[in-house]
């Protein structure tokens, strides 16, 4: 019974009007069907029929209806035979939901050149239409202005601009005039993505050049405020694109962005031109210009030039190594000449004279008595500084090679560490090339030969790789090859022991090509190639691919020894060798074939039928073997009639793409004769993007999409197999699959746990929303609001947003309200489907009553940031006002919304930022209120943190000056300290500055600063701590880092002296110890220039402030001197250096306070980081004849 009703559905919604219509049309492709109606049509109008009387034949089904009325407007048009009707016809395919009616209907030019008015064109379709519709019609009309009418397209762009944002409206920026897009790209601070580039640069390359130059640094200027970022980084790709055109811009560009690695590649073509138009450029800066350049192309008399100017400024700077890396392809002696003159001319000293700047490097290319020279003196270093093992031995290998030898074989000798043994031949290798010793060379070869025949395998590998490393071995002797294939050879004979199937190809390589340039016979190294390849791991049987003639000889070889292998062993490797061999001989052929080089003979796989019956043999044994994938689709594209010998009843289908597309146009025959097989491959692939397109084009091919579609059903209804939902999707018409799904969607809005089929059950409706995805037009949106009210809501978003994206906006609109309403998790994607479909005008509205009715916090959150995000791109007074009353009404409630405080002034104009920042301050005290206070306080720390350089200069006097009447004194035990941020906004950035303006803002916190101390200085916090005073403790703190901050010179004398002014005006000396000393101290810097200078003037002082603070003080003098003398100094010197001259000048004084000073000012040192390094200050010191301060030093040197 339930088999039947099974059944009984399946005829039910097998009903597919749209897929009939289409299959009554005649032809067999949808090439064949379009030229059938296009034909029917053109007979009509010949006739005199309208358009009316066209679309009502009986020829064509009435489900093609709108589709039929679309073609025949646009051959209307195209015949002459123009009319409203036509226009209007159009317009409405262009408004349908269907993707193929409004396809055909966006390639009717005449329409869209008969466009003149935005109003219209705005109100009849693009508020009506899906927001992927706008989207292209925006992009075609773009298209079709571009070049033709300038002006119509400036008065869309200004149009969609303030309908639906800079983003929408940027494709039509590409078809307005230079000046109109130069104007729009300064006023709206526009970001221009690469692709905009591209197209804006074939039409005014001017423009780009002006607007990369944008994202010069040095417009990053801290006192003005830049919104508009450019980013070159972001355009690296495009950059070379200048070099042909814009040469001079390109190297303008490049040069100011010349201390930030770019990354900029260029193609060996355009390095070719870049280095024969910009010889004047690298030539005269090649420190910027040198990356660009491919190295074999500068010449010596231009490397001549350009080297001395890569030398770095700073000697301290150069670096051996690196500097010669820029000479690796000249010759020895032009590098080594031209190094040693550039190094002297530009620093004034020979390079050679300075031992740690000789490296090994260096030495390889000096002359050899030169070489031997400062090889002796590094050797002799080693010696002095006791430094033994390899890198003493790395110089000794840079002596003449008949003293190192021999040295070297007895250290072999006695060593029983192979490891150690193979670095030791290593050397000996190394000192041979070095001296260019070929004899030497020999006998190192005869000594590991005889020597050390019995070593471990591994010995044996590093010996070729390092020799192969070292030497070019293609250039070695007879003799030389002689010895090293005795070695190779008795690794072979040894294969098993010795793992040859690792040795190094490249030496084999070498060999092969040695013994074909001296005429000797290859054979005996091509077995051993042959041996590697076949056992090992490599799968490129192609060797020596540079010369063609002997890569040809190899393969043959290789065919032939394939051929002549005993059974037993063949059958050991076959499997293996037989796709690889054939592989390889197929990248031969084609390698060559697309150089066309008419002397390499290809090879003919016909001439090899044994390889064939081999392959034969294995498919017998295995024909799913991985290793024969890519070998029949080698087979299939050169052997074709050998492929199908081999597979004869597997079909030509191995996936779906571009391939498969082109054989359904061209014989679709063919893909009906194997419809099975393609449907499998579509159901298994069913995930795949070139899956969908196929299935999709497939609705207008006869019999094949009815067979799918009943299969589909079959499989869904009966196999109850989910996935082919998709596939059913794509084929079907939206409406056909509307009807299918329905009575699948679940009755239920929550999920039975209790039951285990329910598992089962979500499974299959999990992918309903897959295939919605794919349905053409889209499904009614009731249908997915029926998932968004229960469990599958997680399921349903991606159809959601799909479907929405592909529906109009007058359904949108209306369905996405009916969400805000709902359950918190669908009210937020109600909210985010109205910002993305909806205009300007009517989101601000939206975003507005929706903060006032909305009030969950997580709903909240969204409609803040959708309206952050809309001012962000679109700032004006409509914005603003949306995110003023926003702002003006945050409370408590939304805490969660500023835990990561939302309030960016990145993006924010200037004409806005002091009321933006009132507006955020009015919140925070808002807030005071009613959150905890550690929360507030963060509040504002993010607020105070926010405000940078640039905007300190932008806000009002009276405004910072509230700020800091606020919070420079709201000083609090624990790290949540505001007073900590408002410190750093006055010193660093409100008094950052000179002239008139700091003599004013010094005037204002001197104001501020005595108001705050006369009122609270005696105020004790006991919630704090017992003893606890915040304003001495701000005090002290502000006075300290006002003291500890580095400032400009011109200003940090009139900032020191205003600042003790003002402390002396409220307190005394004994007030705040620590901060007059500080201040003392730093006004006497101030008024010298070295550590001499300020150690003598301290020194005069020190006896006035012990005599003000009595002796019993004076520990804490020198500890404010200490802690000066650690922070308080200038960058021009180092802390090591200011503070032994100081201490040392204080020392030889004469002065009892000074000496005494200086031995606790170093007392207190010790105690951070030890005395060991001022032992020479103590010693003076200790000589004293006063108690006290010998008995100090006594104790800091115990």
């Known amino acids: ?15 597919t009007p749209y897929l009939d219509a289409i299959q009554s049309i005649p032809g067999e492709s949808a090439h064949d069907k379009y030229c059938w109606i296009a034909v029917e049509i053109k007979a009509r109008i010949a006739m005199g029929a309208n358009l009316e009387e066209i679309v009502k034949m009986e020829q064509f089904p009435r489900a093609l209806y709108g589709l039929i009325k679309v073609e025949a407007a646009k051959i209307l048009n195209r015949t002459g035979h123009t009319s409203q009707s036509n226009y209007e016809a159009i317009e409405e395919g262009l408004r349908s939901e269907n993707s193929e009616i409004f396809s055909r209907s966006l390639q009717a030019k005449e329409f869209f050149n008969n466009i003149t008015d935005f109003d219209y064109f705005s109100n009849n379709l693009l508020h009506h239409v899906s927001y992927n519709t706008r989207c292209k019609i925006i992009k075609k009309l773009a298209h079709r202005l571009a070049g033709r009418n300038p002006q119509l397209a400036e008065e869309f762009f200004d149009g969609i601009l303030s309908s639906y944002g800079v983003d929408r409206a940027m494709p039509i920026l590409v078809a307005c005039s230079k000046l109109f897009i130069k104007d729009v790209i300064s006023k709206q601070k526009l970001v221009l993505s690469i692709g905009m580039v591209n197209l804006l640069y074939k039409r005014y390359p001017d423009l780009i050049v002006w607007y990369l130059k944008l994202s010069n640094p040095a417009l990053n200027d801290p006192l003005e405020r830049r919104i508009h970022h450019v980013k070159i980084s972001e355009y690296k790709s495009f950059l070379p694109k200048l070099i042909r055109r814009n040469l001079s811009a390109f190297v303008e560009i490049y040069e100011m962005h010349s201390k930030n690695s770019l990354g900029v590649h260029l193609s060996r073509k355009q390095a070719n031109r870049f280095a024969w138009n910009a010889k004047k450029y690298y030539l005269d800066k090649p420190n910027i210009f040198y990356k660009l350049l491919i190295p074999e192309n500068i010449s010596e008399e231009d490397m001549k030039i350009m080297f001395p100017k890569m030398l770095p400024d700073k000697i301290e700077d150069f670096n051996t190594n690196r500097m010669l890396q820029y000479l690796r392809q000249y010759p020895k002696a032009f590098s080594v000449s031209l190094l040693l003159k550039s190094y002297e001319n530009v620093y004034g000293k020979s390079l050679l004279d300075e031992e740690k700047m000789v490296t090994a490097e260096l030495m390889k290319i ?149 013994r074909l340039n001296n005429n000797l016979p290859p054979e005996p190294i091509l077995k051993m190639m042959f041996f590697v390849l076949s056992r090992g791991y490599q799968s490129y049987w192609n060797v020596l691919t540079d010369y ?269 309200k009916h969400l805000c309403c709902q359950r918190v998790t669908v009210a937020k994607h109600g909210i985010r489907l109205i910002a993305m479909v909806t205009s300007l005008e009517e989101l601000i509205e939206f975003l507005s009553i929706s903060w006032k009715q909305q009030e969950h916090h997580s709903v909240r959150k969204v409609v803040f940031d959708k309206a952050k995000h809309l001012f962000r791109r679109m700032p004006s007074p409509s914005t603003w006002g949306l995110m003023k009353m926003i702002i003006s009404t945050i409370s408590e409630k939304e805490e969660s919304l500023l835990l990561i405080w939302p309030f960016d002034l990145a993006d924010v104009p200037n004409d806005y930022i002091t009321e933006y920042l009132k507006i955020v301050l009015e919140m925070i005290d808002r807030l005071e209120g009613t959150s905890k206070e550690q929360t507030v306080k963060s509040y504002i720390i993010s607020f105070l943190r926010s405000i940078d350089f640039a905007i300190c200069n932008i806000l009002p006097d009276e405004f910072l000056v509230e700020l800091f009447r606020r919070y420079l004194f709201n000083e609090t035990c624990n790290h949540a300290n505001p007073a900590y941020v408002a410190r750093a906004l006055l010193i660093n950035l409100y008094l950052e500055t000179t002239g008139d303006n700091l003599d004013r803002r010094l005037d204002t916190f001197s104001k501020i600063f005595v108001d705050a101390v ?47 002014e003002t402390f002396l005006s409220v307190l005394t000396h004994e007030d705040d110890a620590q901060c007059y000393l500080l201040l003392i101290y730093a006004q006497e810097w101030n008024r010298v220039k070295t550590p001499k200078e300020f150690a003598t003037e301290i020194g005069k002082k020190l006896s006035e402030l012990i005599e003000m603070y009595t002796p019993l003080f004076s520990y804490f003098i020198a500890d404010a001197l200490k802690d000066f003398l650690k922070h308080g100094h200038s960058d021009n010197f180092s802390s090591e250096y200011f503070f032994r001259e100081f201490v040392e000048t204080l020392s030889e004084l004469g002065t009892v306070e000074a000496s005494y000073t200086a031995a606790q000012v170093l007392f207190l040192f010790s105690k951070e980081s030890g005395a060991n390094c001022h032992l020479p200050v103590l010693r003076k010191l200790a000589k004293t004849e006063h108690p006290a301060i010998k008995s100090l030093v006594n104790h800091i040197q115990k």
């Open 366 to 514: 000096l002359p050899a008595e030169e070489r031997v020279r400062q090889a002796k003196i590094k050797t002799r270093k080693h010696d002095e500084d006791s430094i033994g093992g390899n890198d003493k031995f790395m110089w000794t290998s840079f002596l003449p090679a008949n003293e190192v030898l021999p040295k070297i074989r007895e250290r072999i000798a006695k060593t029983s560490d192979m490891f150690e043994r193979k670095n030791l031949v290593s050397q000996m290798l190394f000192c041979c090339k070095v001296n260019e010793d070929d004899e030497s060379l020999l006998e190192v070869l005869k000594y590991v030969q005889d020597r050390h025949r019995n070593e471990m395998s591994s010995f044996h590998h590093a010996f070729l790789v390092k020799i192969q490393s070292i030497y070019d071995t293609l250039h070695l002797s007879l003799d030389h090859w002689s010895i090293l294939f005795e070695i190779i050879q008795r690794m072979y004979a040894k294969a098993k022991s010795s793992d040859f199937i690792n040795v190094p190809m490249d030496f084999l390589e070498t060999a092969v090509r040695f």
């Open 1 to 15: 019974m339930e088999e039947e009703q099974v059944k009984e559905n399946s005829k039910i919604y097998l009903k």
């Open 548 to 816: 063609p003639e002997y890569e040809r000889l190899c393969l043959l070889h290789f065919l032939r020894i394939a051929e002549q292998m005993e059974q037993e062993s063949w059958n050991a490797i076959k499997t293996k060798t037989i796709p690889n061999l054939i592989m390889s001989i197929y990248r031969f052929n084609e390698r060559h074939a697309k150089v066309n080089d008419l002397k390499i003979e290809f090879f003919s796989m016909r001439d090899y039928p044994w390889i064939f019956n081999e392959l034969f043999e294995m498919l017998k044994e295995n024909r799913q073997d991985f290793r024969l994938n890519a070998l029949k689709t080698a087979l299939k594209k050169n052997e074709i009639d050998i492929y199908n010998h081999l597979w004869p009843s597997e079909p030509d289908i191995a996936t779906i793409d571009i391939n498969t597309m082109n054989q359904l146009k061209k014989d679709p025959k063919r893909i009906l004769s194997h419809w099975e097989t393609y449907y499998d491959l579509c159901r298994k692939l069913n995930y795949n993007g070139a899956v969908h397109r196929f299935v999709r084009s497939l609705r207008w091919y006869n019999t094949i999409p009815i067979k799918f579609a009943e299969r589909c059903v079959d499989g869904v209804l009966k196999g109850k197999n989910e996935n082919l939902l998709v596939m059913l999707g794509s084929l079907v018409h939206g409406e056909t699959f509307a009807k299918f799904i329905e009575p699948l969607l679940p009755t239920e809005k929550k999920i039975d746990m209790d039951e285990q089929s329910r598992q089962n059950s979500f499974s299959f409706l999990h992918k309903i929303p897959y295939g919605m995805e794919m349905a053409n037009p889209p499904v009614p949106l009731e249908l997915i609001g029926r998932l968004c009210e229960g469990d599958y809501l997680s399921s349903s978003l991606s159809a959601l947003n799909n479907s929405c994206r592909r529906t109009s906006v007058t359904k949108v609109i209306p369905f996405a």
């Open 1014 to 1060: 006369k009122s609270k200085w005696n105020m004790l916090d006991s919630t704090e701590s017992p003893h606890y005073y915040p304003i001495r403790n701000a005090v002290r703190t502000l006075i300290t880092e006002i003291v500890y901050t580095k400032m400009k010179p011109e200003a940090r004398s009139l900032v020191i002296d205003r600042v003790m």
